[in-house]
């Protein structure tokens, strides 16, 4: 049985705020991280918050190393000669150094630590191609960044990221993170490209590898992006942190990565305004700018408040593809208890993951020990499916699914902020000595690892 007044959920399910908010973000267009429209989207978020009867709602800027996105083309020469110039074919990836390179492809399958190793010296001076799909039996997900470090630490001069989703066009997605530009310049390819090269380089496997030049064109200069906050219940030191990420990549409207997490954000804070008087614990809402080239507005927001303040933080990303709640808890099982209270509650399905993640703004907050989980739905979509694409557009939503989900998170963050539910912060070491060996790798690379 739910713990929030029936009229409130009454009033969650025939609510069209979030929804509408959703729809305007997907409006505007590109929300790259530094773009006009990544702040038009934040404005959106603080207007939003305001009409909920938030308090404190409004903007704080931080600078971001800056991406801007030129022309890439793909060319493969010997026996077949195509050239793939199209932004349906191919696409620089964010973070990626301009510059043109030609050199021997070497297929690495899905970039598994296994195909990288079974590739050896083959890759050294190689342009390498990996799937963006992570086997079902490797027991974690390998995050697109880890592959292209494997790309780097085996000495390629190149590295191509294809799609493994038929009809989704290329897949696109930061590289550099802090240590901006990348290495080795890095386009993102369609499955139906990749299939192709795929097919070439196998052809030729007992012979000298099909040759691909890649070209991309692009500028790394600074700028600033934003973070749009606002505040709910009463006035304490500690707060529940509630989170999304407002800014998408320029290829697409962002509409479930991560729109969505956004109007979730506004729309759990207008339903907990409903019942302020309740809450004992002050709740935080933050939509963060540039979470896709590298968590600097979750960043920003974890470097400037005590940690002491932060009770602990909800992320949501990627949270509308259907009403089936998925939580990472990063370990933290008082908050995967919450969680699975809440759902079981609410007859309401859920899927769990324990271990540590560094992808999505939680991890700025869980590298410091800080209780931190990513809110999420699943689908039945191999991989992203359709996200960080062309194709990630409203159309594919529910405002259904979106009331659903705003419910069970507003659910649980009643309860945390309403009761003297207290949950356990880890030390920095701990976390430290939680965290996979390829993410160890990946993070160094991208220079995020906090713990030198």
Avoid at 165 to 192: C, F, M
Avoid at 385 to 391: C, Q
Wanted: aromatic share 6%.
């Amino acid at each position: 049985m739910a713990q929030l007044p029936d009229r409130v959920i009454g009033n969650a399910r025939t609510s069209d705020f979030g929804w509408e908010l959703l729809t305007d973000l997907t409006d505007i267009g590109d929300r790259m991280a530094g773009s006009a429209g990544e702040r038009r989207g934040a404005e959106r978020v603080v207007e939003a918050f305001e009409a909920a009867g938030l308090r404190n709602a409004g903007l704080d800027e931080f600078d971001i190393p800056g991406w801007w996105r030129g022309d890439a083309s793909l060319a493969l020469s010997g026996p077949v000669s195509r050239r793939h110039e199209g932004s349906h074919e191919v696409i620089g990836l964010p973070g990626t150094p301009a510059g043109t390179v030609t050199a021997p492809l070497v297929d690495v399958g899905d970039g598994t630590p296994a195909e990288f190793e079974e590739a050896g010296d083959r890759l050294e001076g190689a342009v390498v191609m990996a799937s963006s799909r992570t086997p079902s039996d490797h027991g974690r997900w390998i995050h697109r960044m880890e592959k292209y470090v494997g790309a780097v630490e085996a000495g390629a001069v190149g590295f191509i990221f294809s799609n493994h989703v038929e009809g989704s066009l290329p897949a696109t997605g930061e590289i550099g993170y802090h240590e901006r530009p990348g290495p080795i310049p890095a386009v993102g390819i369609s499955s139906e490209v990749g299939a192709r090269l795929a097919r070439l380089a196998e052809r030729d496997g007992g012979g000298d590898p099909p040759e691909v030049t890649i070209d991309v064109d692009c500028r790394n200069e600074p700028t600033t992006s934003v973070n749009a906050v606002a505040d709910v219940g009463p006035d304490t030191a500690e707060a529940i942190w509630i989170t999304a990420h407002v800014d998408a990549h320029d290829v697409s409207d962002g509409a479930n990565d991560n729109g969505a997490g956004s109007a979730l954000v506004a729309e759990v804070g207008r339903l907990l305004a409903q019942v302020e008087a309740d809450l004992e614990r002050r709740v935080h809402l933050v939509t963060f700018g540039a979470e896709e080239i590298g968590l600097w507005g979750a960043y920003h927001a974890a470097e400037t408040t005590p940690h002491e303040e932060i009770a602990c933080v909800i992320n949501l990303d990627g949270a509308c593809s259907s009403r089936n709640l998925r939580v990472g808890t990063n370990g933290f099982e008082t908050l995967g208890e919450l969680f699975e209270s809440v759902t079981a509650d609410l007859d309401a399905p859920l899927s769990t993951a324990d271990g540590i993640s560094p992808h999505g703004d939680q991890w700025a907050f869980v590298q410091e020990g800080i209780p931190a989980v990513m809110a999420a739905t699943t689908s039945e979509a191999s991989g992203r499916g359709w996200g960080h694409t062309h194709a990630d557009t409203l159309d594919k939503l529910d405002p259904r699914d979106l009331r659903e989900v705003a419910i069970l998170i507003a659910e649980a963050t009643y309860r945390l902020a309403s009761e003297d539910r207290r949950i356990p912060h880890r030390s920095r070491e701990e976390t430290r000595d939680m965290i996979d060996e390829g993410y160890v790798r990946e993070l160094k690379t991208g220079g995020r690892w906090p713990y030198e």
